[in-house]
């Protein structure tokens, strides 16, 4: 499998690059972290230099800026593609069509092609045009994931919640783990 995630400016940055940590290692991924998510990044977790954990060889880092890029074409055959955080900004630009990032440009190929995009809201409460716009992408066939938590798989630290996020959005990409106790399990 073929993943693109992009991770955008919202609160919760650290949430999408944790996702890239426990994709396994045998999907090819590309990370498109923008200006915004460094900059989010810098201002959560006082970290303005985040680098990809050296185990994870599987994954290829792309400049959010690069509109040329290998992903940012339909020919290249990516399977999925995943923005998590997505802030309202880039929700708004991929709603109507905007392209002037990589990431957005990468939404607008998988809408046209019509492979599978999952998108991780991340603000609360939304307005009625951020629902609107929600409404919209879902009528396309985007799968709107915001992450919310579930109690019955009995998560006890934050590490649990965050693997509860992350193995439900692994289940709406159709990746494979063991991340949080199923219910009735």
Not at 98 to 108: A, E, G, H, K, Q
Request: glycine share 6%.
């Amino acid at each position: 499998m073929k993943l693109v995630v992009g991770i955008s400016g919202a609160s919760g940055v650290q949430l999408g690059l944790k996702f890239l940590e426990l994709i396994p290692n045998d999907i090819e991924v590309y990370a498109i972290i923008s200006e915004s998510a460094k900059y989010t990044l810098s201002l959560e977790l006082n970290n303005t230099n985040y680098k990809i954990p050296s185990d994870k060889q599987n994954i290829t880092i792309l400049n959010d800026s690069d509109l040329g890029a290998c992903v940012s074409s339909g020919s290249f055959e990516v399977d999925k593609f995943m923005i998590v955080p997505c802030s309202m900004n880039t929700l708004a630009k991929c709603t109507v069509g905007i392209t002037d990032t990589l990431i957005t440009r990468v939404f607008s190929v998988m809408l046209k092609e019509r492979r599978s995009i999952v998108i991780a809201p991340r603000e609360m409460p939304y307005n009625t045009i951020q629902l609107e716009n929600m409404a919209k992408l879902s009528l396309l066939g985007v799968s709107i994931a915001p992450p919310v938590l579930g109690y019955y798989s009995s998560q006890q630290t934050l590490e649990d919640m965050e693997k509860f996020i992350i193995g439900k959005w692994f289940d709406l990409l159709g990746i494979k783990h063991d991340l949080f106790k199923r219910w009735g399990e």
